[in-house]
Nanobody, 124 residues
Framework: QVQLVESGGGLVQAGGSLRLSCVAS????????MGWFRQAPGKEREFVAV????????YYADSVKGRFTISRDNAKNTVYLQMNSLKPEDTAVYYC?????????????????WGQGTQVTVSS
């Protein structure tokens, strides 16, 4: 069992930056691929970014490529999402998730554990 706790959300103006963190419980963090998803009001949850177990490989949704960076620190059981050049359409609840598989995955049903989410609001 893995418990995930996100933090770092908040209110920011368009063009600003935020860094989200997600801390995992347990001693097996490095055995999971880690992803970030988001869900805006009235919309389905969508993939944002994923990082491999070692941190060497990443993959991004086209909508955030070049603006967001996912990284992880296995010694701290933490995955990060650095968000720059934020836009109002980035407003959503952001969730981190853990995947026991060996490949980078982008579908929410492929993830095994989820955090409770953190709200990000970008004002215009």
């Amino acid at each position: 069992q893995v418990q995930l706790v996100e933090s770092g959300g908040g209110l920011v103006q368009a063009g600003g930056s935020l860094r989200l963190s997600c801390v995992a419980s347990g001693r097996t963090f490095s055995r999971y691929g880690m992803g970030w998803f988001r869900q805006a009001p009235g919309k389905e949850r969508e993939f944002v970014a994923v990082v491999s177990r070692s941190g060497d490989s990443t993959y991004y949704a086209d909508s955030v490529k070049g603006r967001f960076t996912i990284s992880r620190d296995n010694a701290k059981n933490t995955v990060y999402l650095q968000m720059n050049s934020l836009k109002p359409e980035d407003t959503a609840v952001y969730y981190c998730a853990a995947d026991r598989g060996f490949h980078l995955v982008t579908m929410s049903y492929e993830y095994d554990y989820w955090g409770q989410g953190t709200q990000v609001t970008v004002s215009s």
